[in-house]
């Protein structure tokens, strides 16, 4: 049984209500063990048997039946989790600024040539980099006046992806 993570897209903002105690409780009924979850944004620490797309759709199904919405949701392994981390292309940033830098982790790998697209869009220094299989986006003066695109298609292919501060995903790691 392996220790994982699973980030869900898009809940708690919006009118989309998803209690992180019956969040809980929907991991404990497919069969996950030790499961912890961590603020109000859909992050959830848990042990599991079985493959990370076999579980993200078990998740999706789950929350759909209980809650009538659909929720993408990305789970990765420990391991996976952890090199990822490691691959920060701004350790200058996390060391600083953690708040204004951002993890995008997609379903996928980032379609190649979407940073630099992205990147285009920005203003005053944001950069975007594809590293560790995620996006790491830099946000210079903070999130709350960019102009980056956030894609959820690229070149005509959907791109399913949440994003996580860098202070987010350090405490995803320790609680693995």
Partial sequence: MGRMIALLRGINVGGRSLPMAELRTLCAKLGWQDVATYI?????????DGEPAALETALERTIADR????????????AEWRACIEANPFPEVARDTPNWLLLMVGKTAPPEGIAPA???TGQA???VR???GLLW???PEGIGRSKLSWP???EGRPFVATT????????LREML
């Fill in 164 to 171: 996580r501060n860098y202070r987010t995903a350090v405490k």
């Fill in 152 to 154: 959820s298609k690229y």
């Fill in 118 to 120: 992205m990147e285009a």
């Fill in 40 to 48: 109000q944004s859909g992050n959830v620490v848990f042990s599991a």
């Fill in 137 to 139: 986006i830099h946000y």
């Fill in 130 to 132: 594809s590293a560790g």
């Fill in 125 to 127: 220094g944001e950069r």
């Fill in 67 to 78: 809650f009538g919405m659909e929720v993408p949701t990305i789970v990765r392994g420990e």
